[in-house]
Nanobody
Framework: EVQLVESGGGLVQAGGSLRLSCAAS????????IGWFRQAPGKEREGVSC????????SYSGSVKGRFTISSDNRKNTVYLQMNSLKPEDTAVYYC??????????????????WGKGTLVTVSS
């Protein structure tokens, strides 16, 4: 079974940076996408960024485009989310999730098959 473990969350001041990691295991094929999602208190879970393993295609939400960068290291089976210029509104629990096999929309929040337990990111003003 696919397992996902997030790490790298913490407390950072506004304008600072953090890098989240998602260690993945258990895939039985190369046909998958891994996405980052976040959920702030009292809000719905939302997609942040996604990367498709087969061709490296990426996507970003409008609120993070230009500030966050998703990447993958296939040798380490790890997906990263580099977060720069953090804002207080980025405060949330960040989850990584996998969609396998991947078809249709890239990383829809309603269509992900496996989820990690999340890591908390707090951005102070």
């Amino acid at each position: 079974e696919v397992q996902l473990v997030e790490s790298g969350g913490g407390l950072v001041q506004a304008g600072g940076s953090l890098r989240l990691s998602c260690a993945a295991s258990g895939f039985t094929s190369d046909d998958y996408a891994i996405g980052w999602f976040r959920q702030a208190p009292g809000k719905e879970r939302e997609g942040v960024s996604c990367i498709r393993n087969s061709d490296g295609r990426t996507s970003y939400s409008g609120s993070v485009k230009g500030r966050f960068t998703i990447s993958s290291d296939n040798r380490k089976n790890t997906v990263y989310l580099q977060m720069n210029s953090l804002k207080p509104e980025d405060t949330a629990v960040y989850y990584c999730a996998a969609d396998t096999p991947q078809y249709g929309p890239l990383c829809p929040v309603w269509g992900m098959d496996y989820w990690g337990k999340g890591t908390l990111v707090t951005v102070s003003s």
